[in-house]
């Protein structure tokens, strides 16, 4: 890693680390709407997810749950391009938080598909599939299984990908009817490679069972995306929680870095 990408790197940590003592995060420790981006053929990358709320909950809503309020979510993510339509993914999430101190909260496997297409078809799809396990203060299930389909559009400085995500808790005592958990991301070119845009993200509920309509949290997010160094991208967001959404405001940001 060089120079200019270790001082871009520390940046965006300092911007984020220095509201840690005000922030929490109840949201996922990843918070990413997946577009036809995939790793070359031999090809490494690693992206650093970092997750806080400016509120969050205080007390657990099942035996041995963490609180949320005033913890720091950071999940390094390393992927490698099997082949040209096909990249493995390993991610290591840990967190921060006042009744817990530095904890690491498991781990998670996926492989992502993305379909081939000619350089001039702008419509892409593909599918992500994650094996997850979990840090019991993070999750009642210790395992779940994510699906994840990809159908987008990329055309003249427009992005819309959507990505009806289902998921599958896998531990014992656990419901295992799929979950219906949908995200959105609509963004467009204002310069360059940065691009303006919105991302949302809700929580439908078990298939066949959706929750009322007032009763789903969802998030929406304006974000940004933008090189910051040389072979650095950024993605950052500020999201705002509605209904059910335990956090009323959200920070993200994405560190993306890619190895040949």
């Not at 994405?254 to 190895?259: L, P």
Request: aromatic share 10%; hydrophobic share 40%; charged share 20%.
């Amino acid at each position: 890693m060089n120079f200019k990408r270790i001082v871009a790197v520390r940046c965006v940590a300092a911007l984020l680390f220095g509201v840690a003592g005000v922030c929490a995060h109840a949201a996922p420790d990843e918070i990413q709407v997946y577009t036809e981006e995939l790793d070359a053929p031999g090809e490494s990358g690693v992206e650093l997810h970092l997750n806080h709320v400016p509120s969050g909950r205080t007390k657990p809503t099942y035996p041995g749950e963490s609180q949320s309020a005033h913890r720091l979510q950071v999940t390094p993510e390393f992927s490698y391009g099997l082949t040209r339509t096909l990249e493995a993914g390993l991610y290591l999430p840990v967190a921060v938080g006042p009744d817990t101190g530095l904890v690491d909260n498991g781990i998670r496997f996926r492989l992502k598909f993305i379909a081939p297409r000619p350089p001039t078809q702008k419509f892409f799809w593909g599918l992500n599939g994650e094996l997850g396990w979990y840090a019991r203060r993070t999750s009642e299930s210790r395992r779940a299984m994510e699906f994840r389909p990809i159908i987008g559009w990329r055309e003249q400085g427009w992005l819309v990908s959507f990505n009806p995500i289902l998921d599958v808790e896998l531990s014992g005592g656990q419901s295992h009817k799929p979950s219906f958990d949908p995200a959105l991301k609509i963004a467009r070119a204002i310069r360059g490679d940065t691009m303006l845009g919105v991302e949302y993200y809700s929580e439908f509920g078990p298939l066949g069972d959706f929750h009322p309509a007032r009763e789903r949290p969802t998030y929406v997010y304006a974000v940004i995306d933008t090189a910051i160094a040389a072979g650095v991208d950024l993605n950052f967001g500020i999201g705002r929680g509605s209904r059910g959404a335990e956090d009323r405001w959200v920070l993200k940001a994405i560190v993306s870095m890619a190895f040949e």
